[in-house]
């Protein structure tokens, strides 16, 4: 899943290869999927972007947004974003392919659900897109320490990983970088907000920082590929990679659990629940 770490470190890589690239054809859901969501008819996706040239891309919370011209190409959640030079063989399988007049392309694929949105600028009114535009990143000033002990509050009956990486809370942290940032905090992802103290809620909200800037510093966490299908340079530390393996904190083994609706990856050693 593209949470905010691999926004910026895409749209980081999409400005060094395709920015100023003019868009020559554009196929949109050649191999249909249940759970590609595309904004509108995908035959218009053509008309709407062909012959416009490519401008700045950016991390907007878990997505990429691409500027071309007064239109916009959103990426989101589980997509494959792949960059091919002129001549590479591309997919046959894809649900968004962007050709461009000097031969290379960008193929963009579902993994298990995710949008590929196309439209002009201003005029998209998905809920999750404009909440992520008008929150503030986790990694600006904006969401600062302040702000952080007021949403906590709010939430204090509700669970870190609740809390942290639900209902878009905080844009680009989804329950993929949770597991780090609890981590580093030592939070169990079951621990009422509540029930931590102040230095304890000081501690995550500074993990947050710290965790989301080291994984995008790195290009984004290992468990993700990049737009030529590298793993990104950040090394999880508890995630489907490290299950199993010693804490390297404590030396307790690292455990897997299903909680709300996706996979938490703890240390029983060093992240206990809160009662
Ligand atoms: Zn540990």
Avoid at 28 to 43: R, T, V, Y
Avoid at 244 to 262: D, H, S, T
Wanted: contains cysteine.
């Amino acid at each position: 899943m593209i949470e905010l770490p691999e926004s910026i470190s895409l749209a980081k890589q999409l400005n060094e290869t395709i920015k100023g690239k003019v868009i020559g054809n554009v196929v949109a859901n050649a191999s249909p999927h249940k759970f590609a969501w595309l904004s509108g008819d995908s035959a218009a996706y053509n008309a709407l972007l062909k012959g416009k040239t490519v401008g700045e891309s950016k991390g907007v919370g878990g997505k990429v947004e691409i500027e071309v011209e007064n239109a916009r190409v959103v990426l989101a959640e589980g997509i494959n974003v792949r960059f091919f030079a002129a001549g590479e063989t591309l997919p046959r399988k894809h649900q968004l392919l962007i050709q461009f007049t000097d031969g290379s392309a960008l193929c963009c694929g579902v993994q298990m659900y995710g949008g590929l949105w196309a439209f002009i600028d201003g005029t998209f009114d998905n809920e999750y897109y404009l909440v992520a535009k008008r929150k503030p990143s986790p990694l600006s000033d904006a969401f600062d320490w302040n702000a952080f002990q007021a949403m906590a509050k709010e939430n204090a009956n509700k669970s870190a990983k609740a809390f942290l990486a639900t209902e878009q809370h905080i844009p680009g942290l989804g329950n993929g970088v949770l597991q780090d940032i609890l981590f580093n905090a030592r939070v169990n992802p079951k621990t009422k907000i509540g029930l931590l103290s102040e230095q304890e809620l000081k501690t995550l909200f500074e993990s947050v920082k710290t965790t989301l800037l080291q994984m995008a510093n790195q290009g984004g966490r290992d468990t993700e590929t990049d737009i030529f299908g590298n793993p990104g340079g950040y090394r999880t530390l508890m995630s489907n990679k490290t299950v199993g393996q010693l804490c390297p904190r404590c030396g307790g083994i690292i455990e897997k659990a299903a909680y709300m609706g996706g996979s938490v990856y703890i240390c029983p050693g060093c992240q206990k629940v809160r009662k």
